[in-house]
């Protein structure tokens, strides 16, 4: 069986009923397409594969959580997509998509989620451990301190893989033609509000690290029940 072929079959068993093994199936054939140099066009006709554009359960506002639009313009391009954020009408909030083809956008969003789900929880905790020092605006804005470095801090390990796999990566990373036309239109992600850590410079410094340190693929790979990852 030719690589071709093997690729194409782990991205026919993307569709397997069975969630872990439709995962596990995706990022494997990522995998492949890296080390051999193979664009998804390349391997099945993307005229065969739909551009999906849709939103997901992740949103922000310019106060909470605003760190969530660039973690998606970190996120997306790494696996062949594009971001942007839809404004919810007389609301102050705006809830992050996604637009790329099929297969790209089932494996962006579950790795972004992941990572979502992952800051969220940290900045849970760091609530926990300082409500009695910090003031509800002061939590608020160490947990914004915080998202933002890790998102600079995962921007930081997708660069460095990209300059382990320079050739391959680089081929395999570009953004279908016909997904950039379908963002053409759109709000891009990118930096969504001020992200100063301002007094809390600490918790961006630790965000950061831990961003450097997340290795969303690995993670995912070992995760028993991914479909708690997209809600």
Sequence with gaps: MNIRDRIAKLLALSESPNEHEAKAALLKARELMATHKLRPEDVLDAKEQKVIRKTIRASCTKMTNKWAVELSAVIAPHYCCKAYYSRIKRTKTATIGFIGLEDDYEVCSRIFLYAYDYILAHCQELRQKYKKIYSGTQLRELCNAYGAGFAAGLYESFQSQNKQHEEGWGLVLTVPQEVE?????????????NLNPGNFR?????????????????SLEQTENPTSLCG
């Design 181 to 193: 036309k379908a963002a053409a239109s759109l709000r891009n992600g990118g930096v969504y509000a």
């Design 202 to 218: 600490s918790f961006s410094a630790q965000g950061y690290e831990d961003g450097k340190n997340f290795h969303p693929e690995t």
